[in-house]
């Protein structure tokens, strides 16, 4: 059974950092993993999408890179802003199309 | 192009009553699935539907139901409602189902009194 664990579960740094949010993952047999963002009380805005023949995926500021062999997913954050505060998830496509997600990790940005 | 929809934003009802939640995929979009999300934790899966034929069930009791319509729009019903079924419900859209990317609306509120 898929289980997917996102550590820290909360970060709390000064504007301007470059961050790494980390995703993993036991089952390696995953279609693809996805990166959310979560406001509060707000549904999920997509933020990248890694098919699992991909190494990573970069979007503006935006990061994340894949390794399925050691089951782990990494979403890298440069030059934080206050406005990337959020909580973000990751969720893996396993082998009967379920996303499987993670608990997040809450972010905040300090100005 | 409007994003996936879902209706009523919020709801409040009573333990034991029925509720009917509603989501419109984006247009294109044939796979539709649906998630209950427990506050401080990630969503759960609870059905998807491609094609308008069921693709998938999560661990959820026979109390949860759900269909899919010609226009691709769909319906989550949950029958006898517990304070534990107080959560945000979320509705993803995809073009299909495994390779494709998932883009979610902003959820129903369900609160059960």
């Known amino acids: 059974k898929q289980e997917v664990t996102q550590i820290p579960a909360a970060l709390s740094v000064p504007e301007g950092e470059n961050l790494v949010l980390n995703c993993s993952f036991t089952?390696?047999?995953?279609?693809?993993l996805q990166w959310f963002r979560q406001d509060p009380g707000k549904g999920l805005t997509s933020l990248l999408l890694i098919q699992s023949s991909q190494r990573e995926q970069t979007s503006g500021r935006l990061n994340a890179s894949l390794d399925k062999s050691s089951g782990r997913s990494t979403l890298y954050i440069a030059a934080s802003q206050p406005g990337d505060s959020a909580t973000y998830l990751c969720a893996a496509r396993d082998s009967n199309y379920q996303l499987i997600w993670g608990a997040g990790t809450k972010l905040i940005i300090k100005p | 192009d409007a994003g996936v929809t879902q209706s009523p934003t919020h709801l409040i009802k009573t333990r034991g009553q029925h509720v009917t939640l509603r989501c419109s995929p984006i247009?294109?979009?044939?796979?539709v699935s649906w998630y209950q999300q427990v506050l401080g934790q990630g969503p759960q899966f609870i059905f998807q539907?491609?094609?308008?034929?069921?693709?998938g069930r999560g661990n959820f009791p026979d109390r949860f139901s759900a269909r899919q319509f010609p226009n691709y729009s769909s319906e989550l019903n949950v029958n006898a409602l517990l304070l534990g079924d107080s959560a945000l419900y979320l509705c993803?859209?995809?073009?299909?189902?495994?390779?494709?990317?998932?883009?979610f609306g902003q959820g129903t509120r369900l609160t059960v009194v």
């Open positions: 539907y491609y094609e308008k034929e069921e693709r």
């Open positions: 247009s294109g979009h044939k796979s």
């Open positions: 089952d390696s047999a995953i279609y693809n």
């Open positions: 993803a859209s995809s073009v299909q189902g495994a390779y494709t990317e998932a883009f």
